[in-house]
């Protein structure tokens, strides 16, 4: 089993920025792929960013291409998600997830392990 809890959630004025974290336990994440998804209300779960294992690839949802950072440090056991030029559309829960049969994919029913979230809210 794997257990991920994520930190860095909060309210931000638009054009602001934050960093979300993603700390695992639980047995290794060697191999793992690390995603990022979000929820608004009455909205489905999206895929907003993806990193493999070794940190060399990465995916990005269109929507926040170019102001989303994905990284990992495997040593800490940790993914994060920096969060820049945020926009009152990008207010959601987040969640971290984790992969162990597919590299970055896009898809929520790929993924093997959920955090419970964390919200970030964005005001004009």
């Known amino acids: 089993q794997v257990q991920l809890v994520e930190f860095g959630g909060g309210l931000v004025q638009a054009g602001g920025s934050l960093r979300l974290s993603c700390a695992a336990s639980g047995r290794t994440l060697s191999g793992y792929t690390l995603g990022w998804f979000r929820q608004a209300p009455g909205k489905e779960r999206e895929f907003v960013a993806a990193?493999?294992?070794?940190?060399?690839?990465?995916r990005y949802a269109e929507s926040v291409e170019g102001r989303f950072t994905i990284s990992r440090d495997n040593a800490k056991s940790t993914a994060y998600l920096q969060m820049n030029s945020l926009k009152p559309e990008d207010t959601a829960v987040y969640y971290c997830?984790?992969?162990?049969?597919?590299?970055?994919?896009?898809?929520?029913?790929?993924?093997?392990?959920w955090g419970q979230g964390t919200q970030v809210t964005v005001s004009s």
């Open positions: 990193i493999t294992w070794g940190g060399g690839s990465t």
């Open positions: 997830a984790a992969d162990i049969n597919h590299e970055l994919s896009s898809l929520r029913d790929a993924y093997d392990y």
